[in-house]
């Protein structure tokens, strides 16, 4: 299901309406969607080198929105939509003791789950049942998502097409290694649980 998903997002990176679905695609990663815009942002910033800028930007703005949405679903429907979700993810056995120390530490844990690759929906959804303030978790989000996305961008900017050459020579060894940041990101995300 994942590949399937994957190859629908790289071609959605090609369409005429990519930054749309760049955006509709950010929104829903930071509250539901399994995998990252990341996925569409780099082919993208490798095609138009000169609007890395505005793809990361379009990528932080529908992410913070979207982190919104992750808590509403934890904060109004948490037992009917969240737990599902969270269920999906293979976290639900910890969180009950994840989420009474959360909001303690939640800002910093905000900030590492936006930069790196632990999934961000559960910490948005995290965040709403526990009532975290809304302005932590929107500040945490801003700076997080926008440090991934503008770093991105500034790598894909400045070293794109070398950076291209060399996925294209190593494909295989590229996409293991996203496979590894993304399974690692599940597997930090159950140890912190």
């Avoid at 299901?1 to 950010?26: E, V």
């Amino acid at each position: 299901m994942l590949k399937k998903l994957y190859d629908w997002m790289l071609d959605k990176a090609a369409h005429r309406q990519a930054p749309k679905w760049l955006a509709g695609i950010s929104f829903a990663e930071s509250s539901f969607f399994p995998i990252p815009p990341d996925v569409m942002l780099a082919p993208m910033c490798l095609a138009k080198p000169e609007r890395s800028w505005w793809y990361a930007l379009i990528c932080t703005v529908a992410s913070v929105l979207g982190a919104l949405l992750g808590y509403a679903i934890g904060y109004f429907v948490f037992e009917t939509v969240g737990m599902p979700i969270l269920e999906f993810y293979g976290v639900t056995d910890k969180f009950e003791i994840f989420a009474q120390n959360f909001n303690e530490q939640g800002w910093i844990v905000v900030l590492l789950a936006g930069f790196t690759p632990l999934p961000f929906k559960v910490i948005t959804i995290a965040a709403g049942s526990t009532a975290m303030p809304l302005h932590i978790l929107i500040g945490a989000a801003i700076i997080a998502r926008s440090a991934r996305f503008f770093l991105v961008a500034v790598l894909l900017r400045f070293f794109g097409p070398p950076m291209k050459d060399w996925i294209d020579k190593n494909f295989a060894l590229a996409t293991t290694v996203v496979g590894v940041l993304f399974v690692g990101g599940f597997a930090a995300l159950r140890w912190l649980l």
